[in-house]
């Protein structure tokens, strides 16, 4: 079992794993079209940008980029201000820029704890259950899928904030999409 520097491991310590899979990506971010329009965009935007619920409800207005379809959050890393933009959809800038802009111009006025329970809820509804059934989840499934579609690892450190390369490693670890490729020609018939 990897695990970075930190001791961060993508398994919890019964060996379940600690993202959303590709099919509870899916029914995540189908199931959050059900949603009132600000709901619906709090979760696409985790969903999609792999953001900490902190980032998330610090989100405002001008951190939008419509013309470039990405979205650009301020991380306190460290003591210091780091900023970070991620590709979107662009229907979520859309989106995004269709709810009423609420305190300080933010999109959500909502205090983390609710956020999270939010979430969870919407997991809940839709029987994702287990150590991924989270906030955290839906960013480490990020990560899993970016790994997964051969995203070079320093657009995902970028992507995710990670400090270290390390950090970044283990998605591209837990996936190993050459290593599966070499495994599935062991399986075929000569």
């Given at each position: 079992m990897r695990e970075n520097e930190a001791g961060w491991?993508?398994?919890?310590?019964?060996?379940?794993?600690?993202?959303?899979?590709?099919?509870e990506r899916t029914r995540?971010?189908?199931?959050?079209?059900?949603?009132?329009?600000?709901?619906?965009?709090?979760?696409?935007?985790?969903?999609?940008?792999?953001?900490?619920?902190?980032?998330?409800?610090?989100l405002a207005r001008f951190q939008i980029d419509v013309d470039r379809s990405a979205i650009t959050f301020r991380t306190l890393k460290r003591r210091k201000v780091v900023f970070r933009t991620v590709p979107v959809p662009g229907h979520l800038?859309?989106?995004?820029?269709?709810?009423?802009?609420?305190?300080?111009?933010?999109?959500?006025?909502?205090?983390?704890?609710t956020a999270w329970r939010c979430v969870r809820a919407m997991l809940d509804g839709l029987s994702i259950v287990g150590p991924m059934a989270c906030p955290r989840g839906l960013r480490h499934g990020f990560g899993i899928h970016a790994?997964?579609?051969?995203?070079?690892?320093?657009?995902?450190?970028?992507?995710?904030?990670?400090?270290?390369?390390?950090?970044?490693?283990?998605y591209?670890?837990?996936?190993?999409?050459?290593?599966?490729?070499f495994a599935s020609r062991m399986w075929q018939e000569p």
């Open positions: 491991h993508i398994y919890d310590a019964d060996g379940r794993r600690k993202y959303l899979n590709k099919d995540f971010t189908t199931g959050a079209y059900a949603l009132a329009p600000a709901d619906r965009a709090f979760c696409l935007v985790l969903a999609y940008t792999g953001c900490r619920i902190s980032e998330a409800l610090a800038c859309e989106l995004l820029l269709s709810l009423p802009p609420q305190n300080q111009d933010r999109f959500w006025a909502m205090h983390r704890v790994a997964t579609c051969n995203v070079p690892p320093n657009l995902i450190q970028r992507w995710m904030g990670h400090a270290s390369p390390a950090t970044t490693g283990i591209i670890d837990a996936v190993g999409p050459e290593e599966s490729e």
